[in-house]
């Protein structure tokens, strides 16, 4: 074998050699950015300065928040963390100290929650109201009742299904108490017609739609919810069915990391006359969903 | 039906147009993924080696525990990193919740038993084939295990990668300790379920294509690189 | 407390088949195609000449040793003594318990009784000077090279000299031309010279072979063969199991027969091929099948 082909093989097989370093080492550098590459920057995520707003899904996924938010922010500078729960459930994280400011719309939890010291003061910020929607066929004839906890007895006369919240949250504890008025014990038709998800607001409209069944949800997650099939408004007006909504800073004397500056500035700005415009400026499908009422 | 149809083209119409956001969630995915997967890489494989070669009292129980755990509920583990994490928990000074850090700290503790078990089974049967060899020329455990999980290698990266898949299609333990905050801690399957939950089916699915998409392209490269390898190494 | 896991039950049945070395010459080329270096008398400075300092550690002394897998013994009643020097040869029908015994000798197996005694000065470092090649080669992922050096590297050998040992080896075995290539695409008898050049740079004062060339073709055989005759001219015991009759004519200066689990005789090669002692040797010699 002459030397030359000897030194041709030995130069193949050092480019192989090292084409097969690169490959690997570069499979590795790729991992390694990918682990380290920072969150894009965007103007929620840039300031170090940020607040957790421990809020409901009917805000978040009506679109207010995204509508509202970056207004305070870009005044500002403070980007708004949003985790959307039920009411119950952004009590209990507020509660932890995990959030530091909540907004949730169930009025006695929320006043328990500042009586028991969780949160310093609790302010009004808007309102909107709940609505019965159920299938077109309306198989419990309440179409164009006033009277909600009424519509409520003849759902449950009739044995129509009805599709619960059943987690705890505002809009469920709200629906517990128009069963509570229509003299309903509905624990009892658990799982018989009264069927309770245990899940958000657009899971339970996703099954009542799936179902053909009847349930309570807030005007501004209906107004944005896409997949309504054939469920419509039935009863609406009801002055019980009033949802309104309160602001609470965590109490930053429980919890000492809770931002307690950012925190105010949100509310005053959210109870004050720009964050009041920009909710009142709020609009799904050209309706108006939420109307603020901060003193 | 036509949920599904549309799907296809709301998919289509984001990655066409390179829609900002969804750049931001697909790559913030792949950061927490892949990062959870390297830290359960790491202690998974020399634990399921270790596993696989040292025998004793109580080595069984570790196992059947090791196997279970490849099936722990996302949500346990959520709620169980959440409770740590919180400013109410044992690690509140970290200030970890609602974060990348808190996600992938969730999917550490998902995936590391899936890649410690497949491991395991992994490195015994290898040993049943180089067990007396490595024994014959004095190697001792701990140096056969590193031995073997290199002489492994191409087999270790289905386990990895089923650690991976794992990790990238959980929804369960990452809504609960990131919060699926917009631009902060929204991966691709909080976004699904959110979308889910708006009740717009079509983008849920087109994003759920992405994901899958995303999912087998992973799975695609690294089997090429195994396969080369393979061929390269015999 | 951790136990190291030690292989448990029978070893596998052979299944390779019997091509042996029969109708090679003896002097035929040793290593088809082979490079430079092969089979070369050793020159008495060649650190692969000598075994490693000290490592007395024969006589093996090997008392009344069972083996037994699921209650049954498969080796009984197993005395023998391996002094040092010369090829002794373990002969025997399949099922004999050849490759037991050759594990029990080498450790890798626990006697469920009798003992298994070096007797040598460094009997206590027994472990250190003891190699052993298997049936089907068991070679690493990487290069040939990496082979032998990782082999030297659990013997506590040091990085520079890993590598000249290595190197050493490779040339005495015609495989220097393939270090950098990959152990697992080399052929069959590459991976089994591999295999031996591995245990050689070990440089053991005896090396175990189980069934060394059952699944050789003859030209890869003979190359196998002459490597063993090389390391047991280096001056290092060897013992092998063999059932191909024609090499252990080749390779033995003692045959040890094996016929169920029990040693029938121990004797000079010699002798044994002209005058076997017991019925069942000089019917395995006539190629008869035994029960």
């Not at chain 1, 005044?75 to 400011?101: C, E, F, S, Y």
């Not at chain 1, 500042?114 to 066929?137: K, Q, S, T």
Request: aromatic share 6%; net charge positive; glycine share 10%.
């Amino acid at each position: 074998m002459s030397c030359g082909i000897v030194r041709g093989m030995i130069a193949v097989r050092l480019m192989r050699r090292w084409a097969w370093t690169v490959l690997r080492s570069s499979v590795l550098v790729a991992a390694v950015l990918a682990a380290s590459l920072p969150a894009r920057v965007s103007p929620q995520a840039a300031g170090a300065r940020y607040i957790v707003l421990a809020s409901t899904t009917s805000t978040e996924n009506s679109g207010l928040f995204a509508h509202i938010l970056p207004r305070f922010t870009a005044k500002t500078g403070i980007a708004v963390r949003v985790v959307a729960k039920g009411t119950g459930q952004a009590l209990r994280i507020a509660r932890n100290g995990d959030a530091d400011v909540v907004l949730v719309h169930h009025r006695s939890a929320e006043e328990r929650f500042v009586a028991e010291g969780h949160g310093v003061e609790r302010r009004d910020v808007m309102y909107n109201d709940f609505v019965l929607i159920g299938p077109a066929g309306d198989p419990a004839a309440i179409h164009g009742l006033r009277d909600a906890p009424g519509a409520f007895a003849q759902i449950a006369a009739t044995g129509a299904p009805f599709v619960s919240r059943g987690d705890d949250s505002g809009t469920h504890r709200a629906e517990q108490r128009l069963w509570q008025l229509a003299g309903i014990d509905v624990r009892e038709a658990s799982g018989t017609w009264y069927r309770e998800t245990g899940a958000g607001m657009g899971t339970t409209l996703n099954i009542a739609a799936a179902m053909g069944a009847y349930t309570l949800v807030d005007r501004g997650t209906w107004l944005s919810f896409k997949n309504r099939g054939d469920l419509r408004i039935l009863v609406q007006g009801d002055r019980r069915l009033f949802n309104p909504y309160g602001v609470i800073l965590v109490n930053p004397d429980k919890h000492p990391h809770v931002k307690a500056e950012e925190g105010r500035a949100f509310i005053d700005w959210l109870t004050g006359e720009e964050g009041q415009l920009a909710i009142a400026s709020f609009r799904v499908d050209g309706q108006q969903a939420f109307f603020p009422n901060a003193r | 039906m036509s949920d599904s149809i549309t799907a296809f083209g709301r998919a289509w119409a984001l990655i066409a147009a390179a829609d900002a956001t969804l750049i931001e969630i697909i790559l913030l995915t792949l950061r927490v993924s892949v990062s959870a997967v390297a830290v359960a890489a790491a202690a998974g494989l020399p634990l399921g080696g270790a596993l696989a070669l040292y025998r004793f009292p109580g080595r069984r129980a570790v196992v059947v525990a090791l196997n279970a755990l490849m099936g722990l509920p996302p949500v346990v583990v959520g709620l169980a990193v959440y409770l740590l994490l919180s400013r109410s928990g044992p690690l509140a000074p970290l200030g970890l919740l609602f974060t990348p850090a808190a996600m992938i700290i969730a999917q550490i503790v998902l995936v590391t038993p899936i890649v410690a078990a497949l491991t395991q089974q992994v490195i015994e049967d290898l040993w049943e084939e180089y067990g007396e060899q490595l024994r014959s020329l004095g190697a001792g455990p701990g140096r056969a295990v590193f031995t073997l999980l290199r002489d492994a290698r191409y087999s270790l990266l289905t386990a990895v990668l089923a650690g991976f898949g794992r990790a990238i299609a959980e929804v369960g333990a990452v809504l609960i300790v990131g919060g699926n905050i917009a631009h902060v801690t929204r991966v691709m399957t909080t976004a699904i379920a959110l979308e889910t939950s708006k009740g717009d089916l079509a983008l849920a699915l087109g994003l759920g294509l992405i994901l899958i998409a995303l999912s087998v392209s992973v799975n695609a490269m690294a089997y090429g690189i195994r396969d080369y390898a393979r061929l390269r190494h015999g | 407390m951790a136990l190291f896991r030690g292989a448990g039950g029978e070893a596998p049945p052979s299944t390779g088949l019997r091509t042996g070395c029969r109708g090679e010459t003896r002097d035929s080329q040793v290593f088809p195609g082979g490079a430079a270096g092969d089979a070369q008398p050793l020159r008495p400075d060649s650190p692969l000449a000598q075994p490693a300092e000290g490592g007395d550690i024969l006589p093996l002394l090997v008392r009344g040793v069972r083996y037994e897998a699921r209650g049954v013994a498969l080796v009984d009643g197993l005395s023998l003594d391996l002094r040092a020097g010369g090829r002794t040869v373990l002969l025997g029908p399949n099922g004999a318990g050849k490759s037991l015994t050759l594990r029990l000798c080498h450790g890798l197996l626990r006697p469920h009784a009798g003992e298994v005694r070096w007797l040598g000065p460094d009997a206590a470092r027994a472990r250190d000077f003891q190699a052993m090649a298997f049936q089907r080669p068991v070679l690493l992922r990487r290069t040939a090279l990496a082979n032998v050096t990782y082999a030297l590297s659990l013997k506590g050998i040091a990085r520079p000299a890993r590598r000249k040992l290595a190197l050493r080896a490779l040339e005495r075995t015609g495989l220097l031309a393939l270090a950098h290539r990959q152990a697992r695409v080399l052929s069959a008898g590459e991976q089994q010279r591999l295999a031996l050049a591995r245990a050689w740079a070990l440089r053991p004062r005896v090396l175990f072979l189980d069934e060394p060339t059952a699944n050789l073709d003859p030209a890869a055989c003979r190359a196998v063969e002459a490597i063993i005759e090389a390391v047991d001219a280096a001056g290092s015991k060897i013992l092998m199991t063999t059932h191909d009759l024609g090499q252990a004519r080749r390779m033995a200066d003692e045959v040890l027969f094996m016929h169920r689990g029990r040693l029938l005789e121990q004797t000079p090669a010699a002798e044994f091929f002209e005058r076997p002692r017991s019925d069942e040797a000089r019917s395995f010699l006539r190629g008869e099948l035994l029960q």
